[in-house]
C-alpha cells in the first residue's frame, strides 16, 4: 500500500506561495552587513591564534 501525502499539484502551490511571501530573499541590510562584521572578526581571530 503506497501512501501519498502530498500531490505534485499539492507541492507546486506551495512553492508558488512561498515566492509569492518573498521565503526566498536573501537577508538584507544591516543584519547582513553585521554578519560578515563578525565573520570577519572570527576568522581573524582564529588566524592569529593560529600563528602564536
Do not use: P, T, W
Request: net charge negative; charged share 35%; aromatic share 8%.
Amino acid at each position: 500500500m503506497e501512501m501519498e501525502f502530498f500531490s505534485d499539484d499539492d507541492l507546486a502551490g506551495l512553492f508558488a506561495e512561498l515566492d509569492a511571501c518573498g521565503a526566498n530573499q536573501e537577508v538584507q541590510g544591516d543584519e547582513m552587513d553585521a554578519s560578515q562584521r563578525r565573520y570577519a572578526e572570527i576568522i581573524k581571530k582564529h588566524k592569529d591564534n593560529v600563528n602564536e
